[in-house]
């Protein structure tokens, strides 16, 4: 059974740092590349960044570029977000999800977010 | 950026009733690339549909995506009282990579 279990949330003062981390079980982890996705109090689901099983591409929503890290442990099946420079309008729920797509000659099809964590909060709050 | 504008913002139906929900694409994205998904209150989301119209395992058949180009539709056949929830539209393409819609919750009439 694939299993995705978030920890590392809390509250945190604005300009403070939180490491969360995302611990995979069920699958082979390093064959899938892996997402953060957040979801802010009564809001919609907005996606954070991006890494391939290998860490060899990595992508970033522009919000939170130059301030969040995404990486990963593939002998620890778990993935991270260093998150620095906390702003009040990072306040949210944060889920890891598994990337699948289809892919065939060099190009990947149907892509979706097949399982995600319960989400671990993150309040940025003084 | 690609923008996924979704309508009605709430909708109002009554169990065993038929709901069409839409997406509407800042530009055009490729079927291939168009997912829906399901989250109830206090819930992870759950995928639902992807590649505009292959249903994820477990969905049942009263689940059908369809559309093209900028237009796609989530449609429920007939409402159970589970269906009732927030659902997103995902785009993968571009930068950002993926984009979400702002959600439409289903509610009960």
């Known amino acids: 059974e694939v299993q995705l279990v978030e920890s590392g949330g809390g509250l945190v003062q604005p300009g403070g740092s939180l490491r969360l981390s995302c611990a995979a079980s069920g699958f082979t982890f390093s064959s899938y590349s892996m997402n953060w996705v957040r979801q802010a109090p009564g809001k919609g689901l907005e996606w954070v960044s991006y890494?391939?099983?290998?860490?060899?591409?990595?992508y970033y929503a522009d919000s939170v570029k130059g301030r969040f890290t995404i990486s990963r442990d593939n002998a620890r099946n778990s993935l991270y977000l260093q998150m620095n420079s906390l702003r009040d309008e990072d306040t949210a729920v944060y889920y890891c999800a598994r990337d699948v797509a289809d892919c065939s000659g060099g190009t990947c099809y149907e892509i979706r977010f097949d399982y995600w964590g319960q989400g671990t909060l993150v309040t940025v709050s003084s | 950026e690609i923008v996924l504008t979704q309508s009605p913002g709430t909708l109002s139906l009554s169990p065993g009733e038929r709901a069409t929900l839409s997406c509407r694409a800042s530009?055009?994205?490729?079927?291939?690339?168009l997912v829906w998904y399901q989250q109830k209150p206090g819930q992870t989301p759950r995928l639902l549909i992807y590649?505009?119209?292959s249903r994820a395992t477990g969905i049942p058949d009263r689940f059908s995506g369809s559309g093209s180009g900028t237009d796609f539709t989530l449609t429920i056949s007939r409402l159970e009282p589970e269906d009732f929830a927030v659902y997103y539209c995902?785009?993968?393409?571009?930068?950002?990579?993926?984009?979400f819609g702002q959600g439409t919750k289903l509610e009960i009439k």
């Open positions: 995902q785009q993968y393409g571009g930068s950002p990579r993926y984009t």
């Open positions: 590649g505009a119209s």
């Open positions: 890494i391939t099983g290998s860490s060899d591409a990595i």
């Open positions: 530009q055009s994205v490729s079927s291939s690339y």
